[in-house]
């Protein structure tokens, strides 16, 4: 199913939720089996995929969708790699026109969002610069209150301290989010699909038995992608 969803019509997406119905999807993420919910997670990735289908899916489920990936990075029991998918689903949840605003409007997970960019696992650093990126496109519209905000709530100062990293992955990610604050910039966000983020490899790919891949594609906006 993931493979699936991969760069799917909208259509076929919503034969996917249709057959398997988003409750079930909530229902497997309080499953104990990682392999299970890493899965799971990453079939949310590729249909919370593509700008019009993200805002479409959000609408209908957003809420849930929000509090799912809020119970799993606040829970001391899902590990970095099922955080990494569910911070993941917030990149592509940033990217969408309107989406947005289901991160915007929640403090206490932009405060998350930015607990981990400092985190130990650069995987997780990566996909959360990644997501505060998204949110201050200035491509979008109310990007300046969006940046006012997240300023305000010290994402800056936080991807300023992480700007020398040396992971040279993270440090790209860094630049560009930096450069969003900047009025003149006028550059693509990012968004990612099923796999997991590292620094080692970019490009679509839609081999679900790696989920330890990095993947992004290209459209009008940059989209990281199963």
């Known amino acids: 199913l993931t493979n699936m969803a991969f760069h799917a019509e909208q259509k076929v997406k919503q034969q996917i939720l249709s057959t398997v119905t988003m409750e079930k999807l909530f229902q497997l993420l309080t499953e104990q089996d990682e392999i299970l919910i890493v899965k799971t997670l990453g079939l949310l990735r590729n249909l919370i995929y593509y700008r019009p289908h993200i805002d479409l899916i959000m609408t209908l489920y957003g809420t849930k969708i929000i509090q799912a990936i809020i119970m799993i990075l ?8 099922i955080k990494e998918q569910a911070l993941c689903i917030l990149v592509n949840v940033a990217d969408g026109s309107v989406s947005k605003d289901f991160i915007m409007g929640n403090e206490d997970l932009l405060r998350k ?86 620094s080692s490899n970019l490009g679509g790919s839609n081999n679900t038995n790696n989920q330890s891949t990095s993947s992004s594609s290209s459209s009008s906006t940059t989209s990281i992608n199963s």
């Open 74 to 81: 606040e829970s001391e029991y899902y590990s970095s790699r």
């Open 113 to 198: 969002i930015n607990s981990f960019m400092t985190h130990s696992c650069v995987q997780l650093q990566i996909a959360a610069v990644c997501c505060i990126s998204n949110l201050l496109a200035n491509t979008d519209d109310g990007a300046a209150d969006r940046q006012q905000k997240l300023k305000e709530m010290g994402a800056q100062r936080i991807l300023h301290k992480i700007s020398h990293s040396s992971d040279p992955f993270l440090a790209e990610k860094v630049k560009h989010a930096l450069q969003q604050f900047s009025p003149l910039s006028n550059l693509n966000s990012l968004a990612f699909g099923s796999s997991s983020l590292s």
